[in-house]
């Protein structure tokens, strides 16, 4: 569990601006979620925590170390996309444990956390399935383990749901809020799905042009006449 704090955050492409001034105070163990029209910052922002993104001026604070001049993977974040990237060659076990391997855990460690991994996106029992004989929402699921397989600090999720149909969607959602409660982690979650958000966040940001506008729980968000 960690905190995110984003201080006076400006992003400009070229002489566009995307985000202006954005401020954003994240809890530890929270589930957020951004909202708003396409094209609003969404992705800007949420890959500036991951640091894909470079502001132009700001600082992005994870627990109490300043990390904008980390690189991803000293961040102690995992980033799941919209377009999932399985390995179609590898199984549900090397998918989950590319990561893993790469850094040389012990085989023993690596097991562990597959086991456990698995088991928390009820998957367990299938880590020798190929992605192509498993369902979309099955595959999100790997791709989620392969995140949460690392431990990390906080979990971001941009648009992880936007590729499934709605009755998956609906069923995933109910997923997510289960793996927050279970994992205890800090998410923040990017969406333009208004159900989504309302359902699992426990604070919703509304972002319109590069701006803060609202950050409230759900009921207070949607609650004007
Ligand atoms: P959202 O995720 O809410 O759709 P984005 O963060 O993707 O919004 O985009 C915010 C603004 O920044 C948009 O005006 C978009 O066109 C612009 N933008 C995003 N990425 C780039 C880029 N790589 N180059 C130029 N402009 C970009
Ligand atoms: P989930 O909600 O977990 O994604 P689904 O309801 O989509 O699961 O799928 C139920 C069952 O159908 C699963 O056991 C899955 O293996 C199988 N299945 C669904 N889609 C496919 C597919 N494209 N190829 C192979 N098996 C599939």
């Given at each position: 569990m960690a905190t995110i704090e984003l201080e006076h955050i400006r992003k400009e492409y070229g002489n566009d601006i995307a985000i202006e001034d954005l401020n954003l105070d994240i809890q530890d163990g929270e589930f957020v979620t951004l909202v708003g029209?396409?094209?609003?910052?969404k992705s800007t922002t949420i890959e500036t925590i991951a640091g894909l993104t470079k502001p132009t001026s700001g600082t992005v604070s994870i627990g109490d170390r300043d990390v904008t001049k980390l690189p991803p993977k000293d961040r102690g974040i995992a980033m799941v996309f919209q377009n999932i990237a399985l390995f179609p060659h590898k199984d549900v076990y090397d998918n989950i444990s590319f990561g893993l391997q790469l850094r040389k855990f012990e085989k023993e460690e690596i097991d562990k956390r597959v086991e456990k991994a698995a088991e928390t996106v009820q998957l367990n029992g299938m880590l020798d399935r190929m992605p192509s004989e498993m369902s979309g929402g099955q595959r999100q699921r790997v791709a989620i383990a392969r995140a949460i397989v690392r431990q990390p600090d906080a979990f971001l999720m941009d648009e992880p749901l936007a590729n499934l149909d709605a009755e998956l969607r609906v069923h995933m959602r109910t997923q997510l809020q289960r793996i927050h409660d279970e994992l205890d982690t800090t998410i923040v979650y990017v969406t333009h799905d208004q159900a989504q958000a309302m359902t699992m966040s426990d604070r919703i940001a509304v972002i319109n042009d590069g701006d803060l506008q609202q950050f409230a729980p759900p009921l207070e968000c949607y609650n004007e006449p």
């Amino acid at each position: 569990m960690a905190t995110i704090e984003l201080e006076h955050i400006r992003k400009e492409y070229g002489n566009d601006i995307a985000i202006e001034d954005l401020n954003l105070d994240i809890q530890d163990g929270e589930f957020v979620t951004l909202v708003g029209p396409s094209g609003c910052g969404k992705s800007t922002t949420i890959e500036t925590i991951a640091g894909l993104t470079k502001p132009t001026s700001g600082t992005v604070s994870i627990g109490d170390r300043d990390v904008t001049k980390l690189p991803p993977k000293d961040r102690g974040i995992a980033m799941v996309f919209q377009n999932i990237a399985l390995f179609p060659h590898k199984d549900v076990y090397d998918n989950i444990s590319f990561g893993l391997q790469l850094r040389k855990f012990e085989k023993e460690e690596i097991d562990k956390r597959v086991e456990k991994a698995a088991e928390t996106v009820q998957l367990n029992g299938m880590l020798d399935r190929m992605p192509s004989e498993m369902s979309g929402g099955q595959r999100q699921r790997v791709a989620i383990a392969r995140a949460i397989v690392r431990q990390p600090d906080a979990f971001l999720m941009d648009e992880p749901l936007a590729n499934l149909d709605a009755e998956l969607r609906v069923h995933m959602r109910t997923q997510l809020q289960r793996i927050h409660d279970e994992l205890d982690t800090t998410i923040v979650y990017v969406t333009h799905d208004q159900a989504q958000a309302m359902t699992m966040s426990d604070r919703i940001a509304v972002i319109n042009d590069g701006d803060l506008q609202q950050f409230a729980p759900p009921l207070e968000c949607y609650n004007e006449p």
